[in-house]
């Protein structure tokens, strides 16, 4: 997991980076890089042991004889103990710094200066507004898809005697109403819960427009990746004329359970020949997924001193055999992947229509997919609806403020409140239903003759 981390996450310079809620890049990051530059040192330490104790025997073995061998042998084994043995405690003390108390690394004291500008890519992306994303998957990043509705109003005005003449308005303005409003659930005073709203722009990796790409010193050429943040005029022209590859959404990420499950609405406004259209998607992130001994750790359970010790022994000849093969792996994998990025460069160069996006969602691969307490299903059925609620009524409030009819719409809005779903026409098949305080609905099959 720790080298898929940093393969792509830091080596891949050229593609956009999954926006991961509830998650630093930059914590991870430093922990992955530390563990693989600890576990490359005590690999090459055990090679050169290896390589080292094999020769020197084998000169003893056939100049003095086979005790001093074995003796050498026995100095062998124990050095690779050691080295295992210190491998263990420095990891079980790398471990007990885990936490949110640890200050994060400085550009300057990172392993090299490519190494800190990718660092300060990605975590430019955490605060970023643009999402570049691959395939038919505009929320990716953002979990599992747990509802969707769409519907479309005719901007008329109201039909009686005292009507008063529609205000025409953009869809930007009907967005910041709603933000304006949805900015009560941020500040709720809900100390287990945080919401973030936001103003997005998805586009599709094969589409992202020239403009969108960092250029090179020279400043002929396209960039190496996706600019993470657009400016707010074309973010506004966005909003204003949708159509096309480029969509914007707002969004509202709740976050609760210490940020184990995140509820994200997006919405979606146009407003075009008089009609409204309204396109709102939820999706949700579970829990992180735990090894065993994380969870441990969790709960402040480190392994004792005796444990170290009887894990260095039976670790240490296997890690002995297998070290010259890891160490000269690592190698391999970096220079696999060095010519893959100069090669996919390359390709970005030649190609107008390149994918910059990206399939790796680092929240989304720590997911479990499912809840593991009762009351968190609760809790993100709540945050959904009540996401959901605030944001109809808000266009309800704005529309009656602009004059515009809303008994289409407030028919709709029922709908969608009481059933989670929206039928335009077509044909319901209903077998039992019973409506009303009290009432009950039986089905009784009659005999045939």
């Known amino acids: 997991m720790c080298e898929l981390f940093i393969e792509r996450l830091l080596r891949d310079n050229l593609h956009a980076v999954v926006p991961s809620v509830g998650i630093d890049f930059v914590p991870v990051l430093q922990n992955c890089l530390d563990a693989r530059c600890r576990r490359q040192a005590r690999d090459l330490r055990l090679f050169l042991v290896t390589l080292c104790g094999s020769a020197v025997s084998l000169a003893l073995f056939g100049a003095v004889g086979s005790l001093p061998g074995l003796a050498f042998l026995v ?23 885990l936490g949110g108390n640890r200050p994060t690394r400085l550009a300057s004291e990172w392993a090299s200066r490519w190494v800190a500008s990718r660092v300060a890519v990605i975590q430019q992306t955490q605060g970023g507004n643009l999402s570049v994303y691959k395939d038919y998957s505009p929320f990716q990043g953002f979990g599992s898809s747990l509802s969707a509705w769409s519907l479309t109003t005719p901007l008329r005005p109201e039909q009686n005697d005292s009507a008063k003449p529609t205000t025409e308005f953009t869809a930007e303005e009907l967005t910041e109403h709603v933000k304006g409003d949805l900015e009560g659930l941020h500040h709720s005073g809900h100390r287990a819960e945080d919401t973030r709203i936001e103003d997005r722009v998805f ?30 005029t074309e973010l506004q022209g966005i909003m204003d004329s949708p159509g096309g590859t480029v969509r914007h959404y707002l969004c509202a990420h709740t976050s609760s359970w210490e940020g184990e499950v995140v509820t994200s609405t997006f919405l979606h406004v146009s407003v075009e020949s008089k009609t409204l259209y309204i396109d709102c998607r939820q999706t949700i992130l579970g829990p992180v997924r735990l090894h065993p001994m994380a969870r441990e750790i969790l709960n402040g359970t480190f392994p004792r001193t005796t444990e170290i010790i009887g894990e260095a022994a039976l670790l240490t000849l296997p890690w002995l055999l297998l070290a010259p093969f890891r160490a000269f792996n690592r190698w391999h994998t970096d220079h696999r992947l060095e010519k893959k990025r100069e090669r996919e460069l390359r390709e970005a160069d030649r190609d107008p229509a390149y994918d910059y996006s990206s399939w ?44 515009v009819d809303t008994s289409e719409f407030r028919k709709q809005q029922t709908s969608i409140l009481n059933h989670g779903v929206l039928q335009l026409g077509g044909v319901s098949n209903v077998n039992n239903q019973a409506v009303g305080p009290g009432s009950k609905a039986l089905s009784v099959d009659l005999p045939t003759e």
Do not use: M
């Open 75 to 97: 100095v062998v084994a124990l050095t690779a103990y050691c080295i295992v043995h210190k491998d263990l405690v420095d990891r079980r003390t790398a471990v007990q710094r």
């Open 203 to 232: 586009v599709n990796g094969k589409n992202l427009p020239a403009t969108w790409l960092h250029r090179d010193e020279a400043g002929l050429k396209r960039s190496r990746r996706p600019v993470a943040r657009i400016g707010e």
């Open 360 to 403: 790796f969602s680092l929240r989304e691969l720590v997911d479990t997919g499912t809840f593991s307490n009762f009351f968190q299903n609760l809790d993100a059925d709540r945050q959904s609806k009540t996401a959901q609620r605030n944001i109809l009524v808000s266009i309800v409030d704005f529309l009656d403020s602009h004059g």
